[in-house]
């Protein structure tokens, strides 16, 4: 077999208190060297060499053993700010290369942990249960508002996994089901556009493994990348480039998006349709999906306006609401126009008349003119009065800032629930009874409804690097299961397994081998409810 190997050195390995031993080295076979370390905690099973990592750089041989390099983050509540923060316990200093440079960092961790039962353990930097047969890394035993509670926790092993993007922008990105490509390699897919925002499927079983070597490959680096809040870039076939991260705004051909949308052109026109009245003769909000024209519309019916005589293109759906008066793309209201005149067909002479002021604008106020009409009833691009630019400015202020959304999406399948219970369909009864709550990385996570158990988590919300990949291609994420002890019992755990808080907090899996990191977990707006807490798990 050929050796997996990332790391010529490891930090620390010369240090005499290393991570503990995850396994002893077995070899497979006859012509395994004895020196190296099988490691099994993925099916590649890299065999390494001593002071070398594994394929992932997750696993080291030192001396002979198996060691597992990365932190396990612990949740840490802190009841006088109302906040908490993780605190990895074990695993690589802060200085390593590659660290986060922003993170605050601490004395060594003396053991203050113990004082408080507000600790939850995370499945960042557990490990796995990989080949299937062992029990979670961590089986926890806590107690909560007198409740005796277990938490069982794990890294997973995702092939069944994507993330789900949502950009805000009215921009024209790609059209329904274009592919996604990340350095020329389809990645995923634009999916159906949704209120002010459009929606990206990246990732999945068949970029993982049903392509080339080098598609799974870069779909994992991909995911990887993505799910650790960094920025990565995209091009859709027959649309847009993007640069996508996290939590910040997305770049469209190279521009950063400012806002997110009010609402369609209908709904803008019903919004502002008062604070219009009297100032504007007509106002035409221009969107890709409903363009509004105020007179027409019911809102400019209730207020009793005179009709303009307006006449639109496009194909009318109810008065003053018209769908397809533009091609999508990038200009006006996520339309492909520069020129909002060319929406016009023209103006009833019978109806409209000279000095008729119109104001058009798009559906975040970033784009806006004022024009007035002629003697022969063409308009005339004028200055903006004062009462009507505060309007489009009031637009804008109602606009959310456009921001990229990426939310994980996995199947836990059988690997996760072998490592809870011998029998896996009890697992997934209690959590559709809500007897389980299910979190990843600490961070709270939707199931879905159906059969399995299918969770959907926003990356913002768990610690930072909560993801990595093995070569199978597959992605490794977080995943904990609390839940009251007595129903662990009752649906067939690993009971011989439960370790108290305190003893995990003592011993853990792995002696820590560097200070640990402090980060402040995220509060309001985040909010993220603690793990543990009464609602709902404790009723």
């Not at 307006?310 to 492909?336: C, E, H, L």
Request: net charge negative; charged share 20%.
């Amino acid at each position: 077999m050929t050796e997996h190997t990332k790391t010529d050195g490891l930090p620390g390995m010369d240090a005499p208190d290393l991570p503990q031993v995850l396994e002893r080295a077995r070899p497979r076979n006859e012509r395994m060297n004895a020196a190296k370390v099988e490691c099994n905690a993925c099916p590649v099973l890299c065999q390494i060499s001593e002071g070398r990592a594994g394929a992932c750089d997750r696993y080291a041989n030192q001396a002979g053993v198996l060691v597992r390099l990365d932190p396990v983050v612990l949740l840490r509540k802190t009841l006088e700010a109302g906040e908490a923060t993780l605190v990895p316990f074990a695993g690589r200093a802060p200085a390593v290369e590659g660290a986060d440079a922003d993170v605050a960092t601490e004395p060594a961790w003396n053991g203050d942990l113990l004082l408080s039962e507000e600790v939850f353990v995370t499945g960042v930097g557990s490990s796995t249960t990989y080949p299937d047969y062992k029990p979670a890394p961590f089986i926890v035993g806590s107690k909560t508002d007198g409740v005796d509670m277990v938490t069982v926790v794990t890294e997973g092993i995702f092939s069944y996994c994507s993330f789900k993007v949502k950009i805000d922008t009215d921009r024209f990105l790609g059209s329904e089901q274009a592919n996604v490509r990340c350095k020329g390699e389809v990645v995923g897919h634009v999916t159906t556009a949704e209120y002010g925002s459009q929606m990206l499927s990246l990732g999945g079983v068949h970029h993982l493994t049903g392509g080339t070597k080098k598609e799974g490959r870069i779909t994992a680096e991909m995911m990887q990348a993505l799910g650790n809040k960094q920025a990565v870039e995209f091009t859709i076939d027959g649309g847009s480039q993007l640069v996508i991260q996290a939590g910040c705004a997305p770049i469209v051909n190279g521009v950063a998006e400012q806002r997110m949308r009010v609402g369609c052109g209908s709904a803008a026109i019903g919004i502002f349709a008062r604070q219009f009245f009297g100032h504007a003769d007509e106002v035409v909000v221009v969107d890709d999906h409903i363009t509004g024209v105020l007179t027409e519309h019911q809102a400019g019916r209730c207020l009793d306006m005179k009709p303009s005589g307006i006449q639109m293109r496009g194909r009318k759906s109810t008065p003053g609401r018209y769908f397809q008066v533009a091609n999508p793309g990038t200009g006006w209201g996520g339309t492909d126009i520069a020129d909002p005149l060319s929406i016009i067909e023209g103006w009833d002479e019978s109806v409209a008349w000279p000095g008729l002021r119109l104001l058009m604008t798009s559906t975040t106020g970033e784009h806006a003119s004022w024009y007035v009409l002629d003697e022969q009833l063409h308009p005339v691009e004028a200055e903006m009065p004062a009462e009507v630019r505060r309007i489009v400015d009031r637009i804008g202020e109602n606009c959310e800032p456009s921001l990229a959304s990426v939310l994980f999406l996995g199947g836990a399948g059988g690997s996760l629930r072998a490592g809870v219970t011998e029998n896996p369909v009890l697992l997934t009864r209690s959590i559709k009874n809500a007897l389980v709550n299910v979190t990843c990385g600490g961070a709270p996570a939707y199931v879905w409804p159906g059969g399995g158990i299918t969770v959907m988590a926003d990356v913002l919300r768990m610690p930072d690097n909560s993801f990595g990949t093995v070569p199978t291609p597959a992605i490794v994420a977080p995943i904990e299961f609390s839940m009251r002890r007595a129903d662990y019992e009752a649906l067939g755990g690993h009971t011989e397994q439960v370790r108290s808080l305190r003893d995990v907090l003592e011993r853990g899996a792995w002696h820590n081998d560097g200070a640990p990191q402090a980060r402040v977990w995220q509060t309001l707006p985040a909010a993220n409810p603690w793990p543990l807490g009464r609602p709902p798990l404790l009723g």
